[in-house]
């Protein structure tokens, strides 16, 4: 009767996006959450997904408050966007302030303001997925490329990444996974999973790569600037004339505001390659038929980079150079785990798991659902970012809470260790 009365109807979900979407780290998260709430033990320790916005600590600066409350204020930002692709003086002030550490100045024409990073993945995807066409992605890398990727029936190939080279991708293997259809590679500089902060010449290696196949290099750079360790942030924009770059960010992690969701994707392009070959114009169709960024924070943004104080920046570089600290050296201390790179940017480390060491715990996905079932602290399974037996854990919250959190894995991994 059920089946027979459901067979007349003529629709169906669209299975696709249930595929696609299963790649998304947010629904892995938001099930160990699950389990973990179930169990009402402790106060949940979040350590697997980057939202820090949430801790006192990592509150945003007043100045960028301010900024948002004026432009609501003036009432000059109720009505829709009126350019396509941003509004000009956020634009010009996004394309002075991306100019500083590049060999070329951006203009405003080069610059699209998104609704956070994750809409400029998702048009820079829609825009390269043409029949037969495949990208190049890192291993271990941020799901939601994969995600896009399938939906738009863009072919994905996975390039490691060298844990023991700082995270470096690796070249070869890049070179060999390209083929006439390859399109694109994309890089995360920061990194995430892994924390890494790419030297000018690794970059520049990565640019001449590209050149030598005939592809566009996609650089994330939703941590710019979020670096603390030796090697200075570099924007992958710089070596634009080696090989067209589109540059995606966000205003969400930089100034902690990740609900606020104002992003942008930049055709560095001081060749014209971009312009050439229609990737340009396509990204302006691919702008009008997505929904914008919200007006009122496209008008805020030229005064938020205008007052932001530099001490709110070095502020938040100190916080996450300590508690990356605390976070690299407690890691150090238990035995199943192995982290090989100490993070230099972002605010995650990738850790390896020998479950060999573990009683009744196979892989890292055991790992996790145990360890919010007895522990209440989340943590990422590398399965999710295409790395088995990995673990990506964010030292971005509260430094009270990360030790608290440290600590309880900690005793985890011994009461768990084979005896
Ligand atoms: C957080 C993140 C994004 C998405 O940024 P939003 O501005 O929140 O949409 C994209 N890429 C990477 C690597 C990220 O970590």
Redo the contacts with the bound molecule.
């Keep these: 009767m059920e089946a027979n009365a459901s067979s007349k109807w003529r629709f169906q979900a669209n299975q696709e996006l249930i595929a696609a979407s299963s790649r998304s780290l947010r629904n892995v998260v938001i099930s160990l959450m699950d389990i973990s709430r179930r169990e009402e033990k402790r106060p949940l320790i979040p350590l697997a997904h980057?939202d820090p916005s949430v801790f006192p600590s990592f509150r945003t600066t007043v100045a960028a408050e301010d900024a948002v409350v004026n432009a609501i204020r003036s009432g000059d930002y109720n009505n829709y966007c009126k350019s396509l692709h941003g509004l000009l003086p956020a634009r010009r002030a996004l394309a002075e302030h991306l100019s500083r550490d590049l060999p070329y100045k951006l203009s405003p024409d080069d610059v699209f303001l998104t609704?956070?990073?994750?809409?400029?993945?998702e048009i820079v995807t829609a825009v390269l997925a043409r029949p037969n066409a495949n990208i190049l992605l890192p291993r271990p890398g941020?799901p939601?490329y994969e995600a896009y990727a399938m939906f738009n029936h863009l072919e994905y190939r996975l390039f490691d990444l060298i844990p023991e080279k700082g995270w470096e991708v690796d070249l070869e293997a890049v070179q060999a996974l390209a083929d006439d259809n390859t399109v694109a590679m994309v890089i995360?500089n920061p990194g995430?999973p892994c924390g890494n902060v790419y030297t000018r010449q690794h970059l520049m290696k990565v640019a001449e790569t590209a050149r030598k196949i005939g592809i566009m290099v996609i650089s994330?750079e939703?941590?710019a600037y979020l670096n603390f360790g030796a090697n200075p942030f570099v924007p992958m924009g710089a070596f634009a004339s080696i090989a067209p770059v589109i540059t995606?960010g966000?205003?969400?992690?930089r100034w902690l505001v990740?609900g606020w969701?104002?992003?942008w994707l930049v055709a560095n392009d001081p060749n014209g390659i971009l312009a050439k070959t229609g990737v340009v114009e396509s990204l302006k169709c691919c702008q009008v038929m997505t929904c914008d960024a919200a007006t009122f924070l496209q008008g805020a943004f030229p005064e938020m980079i205008e007052k932001t104080e530099e001490e709110f920046y070095s502020k938040i570089i100190k916080l996450l150079r300590d508690t990356a600290d605390t976070c690299y050296d407690k890691i150090k201390e238990i035995p199943c785990l192995y982290c090989p790179y100490k993070p230099e940017g972002?605010m995650f480390l990738t850790v390896k798991l020998n479950p060999a060491l573990l009683e009744g715990i196979d892989d890292d996905m055991e790992f996790c659902v145990k360890l919010a079932k007895e522990e209440s602290v989340i943590v990422l399974p590398g399965v999710v970012m295409g790395l088995k037996n990995w673990l990506r854990i964010t030292f971005a919250i509260e430094p009270s809470a990360l030790e608290q959190g440290l600590e309880r894995i900690r005793v985890f991994c011994q009461r768990n260790s084979k005896k």
């Design positions: 980057g609704s956070g990073c994750k809409q400029a993945i941020y939601d995360i995430n994330d939703a941590y995606l966000s205003i969400s992690k990740p969701r104002l992003g972002s």
